[in-house]
């Protein structure tokens, strides 16, 4: 049994600790994390996980980004992280789907991540060739997921950071 809370700031240590013990070292070279510099979260949709003795298990972050010459508005979902004691659980499916259903909730209609299509297939993402994440990036692991019926519609572009 997992409790699911709001990542507060007290959190911040606890969960940048899990980030790097389950990410490779060098995580923040990425591009991703360019698009990150200086811009808040959307506190409302980062999660953590944690377990009956309130032990951090898992987490999951979004961020605001905006998408070609029109900037439009787009939630950069990631890092998730579920700690290796507790990876084939099912915690990051289930960051996975209450996050998104908080998205969809507050209104927000299109989200993009860079990650393994086979895996995040079961939640709906599909790879997306429309878009120019910044390198280095592999465009196969550009993958969105539409919160709204046709919000990635004729949306293209370089995806870009969020003013704050």
Excluded at 88 to 115: C, D, F, P, Q, T
Aim: charge should be negative; proline fraction near 7%; aromatic fraction near 10%.
């Amino acid at each position: 049994m997992f409790r699911l809370a709001p990542e507060i700031a007290d959190d911040w240590w606890e969960v940048e600790g899990l980030y790097d013990l389950t990410f490779a070292p060098g995580r923040e070279a990425l591009s991703s994390y360019r698009l990150r510099e200086d811009v808040a979260p959307v506190a409302d949709l980062c999660l953590t996980a944690r377990d009956k003795y309130d032990v951090l298990a898992g987490v999951i972050r979004y961020w605001p980004v905006v998408i070609g010459a029109s900037r439009i508005d787009t939630l950069l979902l990631g890092p998730v992280a579920v700690h290796p004691t507790r990876q084939g659980e099912g915690l990051g499916a289930m960051l996975m789907r209450e996050s998104l259903a908080l998205a969809k909730n507050a209104g927000w209609g299109r989200v993009l991540l860079i990650g393994d299509a086979p895996y995040y297939r079961r939640f709906g993402f599909e790879k997306n060739a429309h878009l120019d994440f910044p390198p280095p990036v592999n465009p196969d692991r550009v993958l969105t997921l539409e919160l709204v019926d046709g919000a990635f519609k004729d949306v293209s572009g370089a995806v870009g950071k969020a003013e704050q």
